[in-house]
C-alpha cells in the first residue's frame, strides 16, 4: 500500500482516471506488515483503514472531522467528496454491495452526522457493511450542547451493528479497525465510530494492531450436523419444495452454492427482492421474486409450497404478507447466520444457522435423493404460462416505463449494474430486467428510501472501476420524485467523470402513492401530484452530464444508445404513462397468493 | 407513435410488450385475462401471529408468561441505554429492569422481568445476545431466588401500629419522624405486595421499589456459560 501512498489526492482532481484505478488488479495486502508510524489519532485512524483494506471512502468534510480528513491527504484511499452526506452514506452503500468490501462514509458532527442517518439506517434494513466515521465536538464540550454537537451514538444506536465513541488517540486505531471489520462479521451491518476532534489532534505514536472483530460476533459457518441430517430428510420427502433465496446468499458470495443446491436437486427457485441475482431468472427452475409486486408465479409457488427452503432471508411483511397465508403448508427449512432471525417472523421447523454458502454445501452433500417433484415443477411452469409479466402498449396511451427498462436490458450485458431509487420505477426495474449475476442490483429494499438511486450509481461506478471493471455499464433507473431528492450527487458524477447513465421515468407523480391513492383512498391525489418538476434534461446539462428527453416509442432506442455510449454521465428523461400502475400485486398484510392482476382486482 | 407501433421498437428479452395494436404479437395471456384471486387454488392452512402454522385440529397459541432474564454484560457506556433500547423498540412487555456489579471487574449483571410468549422471551434473549456488550443472556431457570427492595412511607399516625405490622413482613424502619414513618421492606414478588396491602390502611404516601434481582438456585449459572465463584474468568458469547 505504500507505494501509492505517496500520491496526494484532491477532490477536484482534473483527471478522472483515478490513479487507483490503475492499481485495481493488485491484491490489497491485508496480511501485511502493520500501518506504518503515525504521530496523532487521525493518522491512526486512516493507517487502520488502509491496514484493513479500505480503498474508498465518501464523505463531506467539515469542523470536527477536517483532521481525519487532513491525514488522507497522504493516504492511498481514495477520497470522493459527496455533494450531501446521505450522499455518502448511500454511495459508500452501494460500493459495498458491488465491491463485497465494507463501504466506508465520513462526515463532521452535527448535521454531518445526522444527514447520514437515512443511509446508515438503509444500509442496516439491508445487512450492508458499512462503516461511518463521524467527527464529535472535543471531548470535553460533549453534553454542554456545543456547536454542531450531536449525540451521534445515540442517534445511531438503533440502526446500527455496534457503535462507538473513541475515547482515547491512543487506542482510536484499533477502534475503528474493530469496527470496520465488526461490519462484515457474520451477518453484514453498519458500525460507526465517533471522533472527537481533541482524540484525532492528539498526539500518538501507538499504530493500530491488525483489525479483527470483537470476541463472539464471527460465528462459526457450519450448521449443526443434525440439524441439516433432518432438514435433508424433510428435502427429500418433499412433492412440492421451493427454494427462497435472499439477500444473505449474494452477502455470502453463495450464488454458486445455491445454483448448485437447486439444480442438483431440481427444485424450483424464488428470491426476495435483496436476492435478486442470486439465481439466474432465465433459469427454466427460477420462477423469479415473491413478495408485494413479485410475480404471480413465484407467489403462487410459495403459497403451495410443502417445503420451503428458506436462505438468507428474514421474511420481511413486503415478501409475506399476511404471515397466516404464508407458505402455509410448508415445512420450513431456515438458513441463516443470525439465530434472531430463526422463528422471529415465520416459525423455523428446520432452523440451520450458518453461512448460507456453507450450509447450502452441507445440503447439497446430504440430501441423497432429489425430491419427486416432477409435477410440483410442470406446476410451476404452468404458473408461468398463467400470469407472465406483461404489459399492454396501445397506440393511444404514452410510453410504458416497462418498456423502457427492457429496452436498456436489451442494450446491456448481463454484468450491467442497476441501482433505483424507490417507487413504481423501482418494481419495473426489478420486474422487467431478467437478472442473472448478484452484486447487479442495487437497491433500497428494507428502508424503502427515495434518493438512494443516483449516489448509489456514483457508489457502484466508483466501486466497478476500482475492481478494474471499467467496461461494465452502471445504469441508474430513478423516479421523478426520488431523483430530486439526491440529484445534486450528479455534480459528483460529472466531476469524478463517472460512467452512468440515469433513465428517470417520469410520470410526473409520486407514483406509488398515486396508485395507492387510486386504490386505497378513492382517487384523492394529496400532495402525489408532481406536475412541477423541472425539465430534468436541462438540468443535466447545467450540471455538465448528457441531458435527453424522450416521450415517444421509436425514440427509445436511440436514446438508451446515446446514453450508455457517451462517456460520462447522462441522464435520460422519459416521460412514461402516469396512469400506469405496477402490477402483479399483493394489497399489504394480504394474502400471497391472492397477488392483484388488475386494478379491479384491489 | 403512429401506424403499426411494434415496428419501431427493438425486440426486448422475453418480449414482454403485449401491444393490443398488433395482434399476435404476444399471445401470452395479459393481465387482464389472468385468473382473478377468487378464480385461484388457495391452500387451506393457516398460520398464527408468531408464524407457527396452526394444526387444524388442535389450536395452539402461545400464553405469555413471567420470566427472569439475566444478562452479563461489560460495564461500558452505554450498555443499558443498548439494551433498554432494544426493548422498547422491539416492544417487548417489560416489568422490570435492575443493574448492578458482579464478582468480575468491568462486567454487570442486568436482571429483567419480562411478560412474553415462548418465542417472544427467545426473541429478547436472541436479540440481546447481538448487542456487543452483552457477554452471555439467557432465562433464570425456574426456580430462580428472586428478591426485590422496597421502600415504603407511610403517615405516622399510629407509629406502634406501623411497627407492628413492619415486623410482620420482616421489615425495617429506616426513618421515622413525627409525620413519617420509612419502611424497608425485601422479599419476593408476591410477599411485596401482600406488605403494601397491610399498609395502606395507614396511608402510603411515597413508595420506590427496586424491582426483582435474581440468581439461579445452587450451582448452576445464573447466565448461560456463567461460572460462579471464578472471579475475573473470562465468560465468551458463544457460551
Known amino acids: 500500500m505504500s507505494d501509492t501512498a505517496a500520491q496526494p489526492r484532491e477532490d477536484d482532481a482534473e483527471d478522472g482516471d483515478d490513479p487507483t484505478a490503475a492499481d485495481a488488479d493488485d491484491p490489497v495486502d491485508t496480511d501485511g506488515p502493520a500501518a506504518g508510524s503515525v504521530s496523532t489519532g487521525a493518522e491512526s ?29 497522504d493516504s492511498s484511499i481514495r477520497h ?4 450531501h452526506e446521505q450522499g455518502a452514506s448511500h454511495a459508500a452503500d452501494a460500493y459495498g454491495v458491488v465491491a463485497g468490501e465494507p463501504g466506508l462514509c465520513l462526515a463532521t458532527s452535527g448535521p454531518g452526522a445526522t444527514n447520514l442517518v437515512t443511509g446508515i439506517a438503509d444500509a442496516d434494513m439491508d445487512s450492508d457493511a458499512m462503516l461511518a466515521l463521524t467527527g464529535q465536538v472535543p471531548t470535553e464540550f460533549v453534553g454542554n450542547d456545543a456547536f454542531q454537537e450531536t449525540d451521534t451514538v445515540g442517534v445511531t444506536r438503533p440502526i446500527t451493528k455496534h457503535n462507538y465513541f473513541a475515547n482515547g488517540a491512543d487506542s482510536v486505531g484499533d477502534t475503528v479497525g474493530e469496527a470496520f471489520e465488526l461490519s462484515r462479521a457474520g451477518r453484514p451491518g453498519p458500525t460507526l465510530v465517533d471522533l472527537p476532534k481533541d482524540v484525532t489532534q492528539a498526539e500518538t505514536d501507538e499504530t493500530p494492531g491488525p483489525a479483527t472483530p470483537p470476541a463472539g460476533t464471527d460465528p462459526d459457518p457450519n450448521a449443526d450436523a443434525d440439524a441439516v441430517e433432518e432438514a435433508a430428510r424433510a428435502i427429500e420427502a418433499a412433492e412440492r419444495p421451493v427454494c427462497l433465496f435472499g439477500g444473505g446468499v449474494i452477502k455470502a458470495d453463495a450464488s454458486d452454492a445455491a445454483r448448485t443446491f437447486a439444480r442438483t436437486y431440481g427444485i424450483p427457485v424464488t428470491t426476495t427482492m435483496p436476492g435478486i441475482g442470486s439465481f439466474p431468472e432465465d433459469d427454466d427452475l427460477c420462477l423469479s421474486w415473491a413478495g408485494m409486486h413479485g410475480t404471480g408465479y413465484a407467489n403462487m409457488a410459495i403459497t403451495h409450497t410443502d417445503c420451503l427452503i428458506a436462505v438468507g432471508t428474514r421474511f420481511d411483511d413486503r415478501l409475506t404478507g399476511g404471515i397466516d397465508t404464508f407458505a402455509p403448508e ?39 435423493e432429489a425430491p419427486d417433484a416432477e409435477a410440483w415443477r410442470e406446476r410451476c411452469a404452468e404458473w408461468k404460462e398463467t400470469y407472465p409479466l406483461t404489459y399492454a402498449t396501445p397506440d393511444d396511451e404514452p410510453l410504458k416505463p416497462q ?52 449516489p448509489a450509481a456514483v457508489g457502484a461506478r466508483v466501486a466497478a472501476d476500482t475492481m478494474g471493471e471499467q467496461d461494465r455499464d452502471v445504469v441508474c433507473f430513478d423516479g421523478d420524485g426520488s431523483f430530486l431528492m439526491t440529484m445534486q450527487e450528479l455534480s459528483v458524477a460529472v466531476r469524478e467523470d463517472l460512467d452512468i447513465t440515469i433513465a428517470v421515468l417520469n410520470n410526473e ?17 394529496m400532495a402525489s401530484d408532481y406536475t412541477w418538476m423541472p425539465e430534468f434534461d436541462k438540468l443535466a446539462e447545467a450540471f455538465g452530464a448528457l441531458g435527453l428527453r424522450v416521450d415517444d416509442y421509436d425514440e427509445v432506442a436511440p436514446a438508451v444508445e446515446e446514453g450508455l455510449d457517451y462517456d460520462g454521465p447522462a441522464v435520460i428523461d422519459f416521460h412514461v404513462d402516469p396512469e400506469e400502475n405496477v402490477l402483479p400485486m399483493v394489497p399489504s398484510g394480504g394474502a400471497n397468493g391472492k397477488f392483484a392482476t388488475a386494478e379491479d382486482q384491489l | 407513435m403512429s401506424g403499426d407501433s411494434s415496428d419501431s421498437r427493438p425486440a426486448t428479452d422475453g418480449g414482454s410488450a403485449s401491444d393490443t395494436g398488433a395482434p399476435g404479437a404476444d399471445s401470452r395471456p395479459a393481465p387482464s385475462e389472468q385468473p382473478a384471486p377468487e378464480e385461484r387454488d388457495h391452500p387451506e392452512g393457516r398460520r398464527n401471529l408468531e408464524g407457527i402454522r396452526i394444526d387444524p385440529v388442535v389450536e395452539a397459541e402461545h400464553e405469555s408468561r413471567r ?7 461489560e460495564d461500558e457506556p452505554g450498555v443499558l441505554a443498548r439494551v433498554s433500547g432494544l426493548v422498547s423498540r422491539r416492544q417487548f412487555n417489560i416489568e422490570s429492569l435492575t443493574v448492578g456489579p458482579t464478582t468480575v471487574d468491568g462486567h454487570s449483571r442486568i436482571t429483567m422481568v419480562v411478560e412474553e410468549t415462548d418465542p417472544g422471551i427467545d426473541q429478547i434473549e436472541k436479540q440481546m445476545a447481538k448487542l456487543k456488550p452483552v457477554i452471555s443472556v439467557g432465562e433464570v431457570a425456574g426456580d430462580a431466588v428472586t428478591s426485590e427492595l422496597v421502600l415504603l412511607k407511610v403517615e405516622a399516625d399510629d407509629p406502634a401500629a406501623v411497627h407492628a405490622v413492619s415486623e410482620m413482613y420482616d421489615g425495617r424502619t429506616v426513618d ?43 450451582n448452576t449459572p445464573t447466565a448461560p456459560g456463567e461460572k460462579p465463584g471464578t472471579a475475573g474468568e473470562p465468560t465468551t458469547h458463544d457460551d
Open chain 1, 45 to 73: 485512524v486512516v493507517a487502520a483503514l488502509e491496514a484493513a483494506g479500505a480503498q474508498t471512502a465518501f464523505g463531506v468534510q467539515g469542523g470536527a472531522i477536517m483532521p481525519v480528513y487532513d491525514a488522507l491527504y
Open chain 1, 80 to 83: 470522493v467528496t459527496m455533494a
Open chain 1, 330 to 368: 410448508a415445512e420450513v427449512v431456515h438458513v441463516d447466520i443470525d439465530p434472531a432471525e430463526i422463528s422471529k417472523n415465520v416459525h423455523a421447523d428446520y432452523p440451520l444457522i450458518g453461512d448460507a454458502g456453507r450450509v447450502l454445501d452441507q445440503l447439497t452433500a446430504a440430501v441423497r
Open chain 1, 403 to 454: 418498456f423502457v427498462v427492457e429496452a436498456f436490458d436489451e442494450a446491456t450485458d448481463d454484468d450491467t449494474i442497476v441501482t433505483t431509487g424507490v417507487g413504481q420505477h423501482q418494481m419495473w426495474a426489478s420486474q422487467y430486467w431478467t437478472y442473472s449475476e448478484p452484486r447487479t442490483w442495487v437497491s433500497s429494499h428494507g428502508l424503502g428510501t427515495m434518493g438512494y438511486g443516483v
Open chain 1, 509 to 525: 407523480y409520486i407514483g406509488m402513492v398515486r396508485q395507492w391513492q387510486d386504490a386505497f383512498y378513492e382517487g384523492r391525489h
Open chain 2, 67 to 73: 420470566a427472569v432474564i439475566s444478562a452479563l454484560v
Open chain 2, 176 to 218: 421515622a419522624g413525627p409525620e413519617t414513618i420509612t419502611v424497608e421492606l425485601t422479599g419476593d414478588n408476591a410477599s411485596i405486595d401482600n406488605a403494601i396491602g397491610a399498609f395502606e390502611r395507614f396511608g402510603i404516601v411515597e413508595i420506590a421499589r427496586t424491582g426483582p434481582t435474581a440468581l439461579a438456585r445452587g
